[in-house]
């Protein structure tokens, strides 16, 4: 009898092995790490984490909610105008010049396609008068989603100590942002055409590689400074499933968002086929 339990359960497992093995949690060389389900109700399930609510430098990451609080702040339709200050913005960039015109959502697809620190910058005097303040802004949308262990001191992402996020936290607002139609047709364009007001346009690429490359990606963010590492906030959806997965230090970052997505889809296809 309990041969025959034994020759049935390996018949199993070679009938399911592809699931099975698939559904083990992957190894990945991010230094903190999520994979976040999106429920339709808010009740967001976490299916993975590593060091998830480890205080990091989110680099770039930190436009996703720079793209929020401007959505909501902002008027889409607005002139953003470029001043000296933000032109000179170090890091990567937009190419903005002082006076440079262009109304607030081409100056959003700038950021977040082209990572453009200039054009944060930009948008945040025009959205709130001044960055410090707009940063403020930026400190209560984070509070408002449940974010208690980020804190913000510019809307680009270069290296403060008083500007730093979690894994967790940047999920968190990467699925709030994901509900609004702008915020999600923003991180998931591959190419993009930024037109200005009194310039030639700028043909943009987005630099999330995943775009186009893996099945289901849908958005949302790379990062890089020397101090926060490589840096991913990525999304995909299958189905009805939308996942988040966000990778922190990782000089594997495409690979291993892949790996947590494979897991992630794998994941949600087990529980449904229990249910």
């Not at 010049?97 to 697809?109: P, Q, S, T």
């Not at 966000?246 to 291993?256: Q, S, T």
């Amino acid at each position: 009898m309990v041969i025959r339990i034994f020759i049935l359960a390996i018949i199993m497992l070679v009938a399911w092995g592809n699931i099975v093995l698939a559904a083990v949690p992957p190894k990945i060389e991010a230094e903190a790490a999520v994979l976040m389900v999106l429920g339709d109700n808010g009740d967001n399930l976490v299916l993975y984490g590593k060091n998830s609510t480890r205080r990091m430098y989110p680099a770039s990451t930190t436009k996703i909610i720079t793209l929020i609080t401007a959505l909501e702040k902002g008027n889409l339709n607005g002139i953003v105008t470029t001043s000296p200050r933000s032109a000179a913005c170090e890091g990567s960039s937009l190419e903005l010049k002082a006076g440079d015109k262009l109304i607030l959502r081409e100056a959003l697809y700038g950021m977040m396609l082209t990572s453009g620190n200039d054009a944060a910058e930009a948008i945040a005097e025009t959205v709130a008068g001044s960055v410090p303040d707009f940063v403020a802004m930026m400190n209560e949308e984070a509070r408002k989603m449940g974010a208690t262990l980020t804190h913000f001191a510019n809307p680009h992402g270069l290296p403060d100590v008083e500007h730093f996020s979690t894994a967790y936290d940047l999920a968190l607002f990467t699925a709030y942002g994901m509900k609004n139609p702008t915020f999600a047709k923003i991180v998931s364009t591959r190419e993009y055409d930024v037109n200005f007001l009194k310039r030639r346009k700028v043909h943009l690429v987005n630099t999330n590689k995943l775009l186009g490359s893996y099945a289901g990606a849908n958005g949302v963010k790379t990062g890089f400074t020397n101090a926060a590492g490589d840096c991913l906030v990525a999304a995909a959806k299958r189905g009805n499933v939308q996942l988040i997965a966000v990778i922190l230090n990782d000089d594997n970052r495409w690979e291993d968002a892949a790996k947590l997505f494979d897991y992630g889809f794998t994941q949600m296809a087990l529980d449904d086929s229990t249910k």
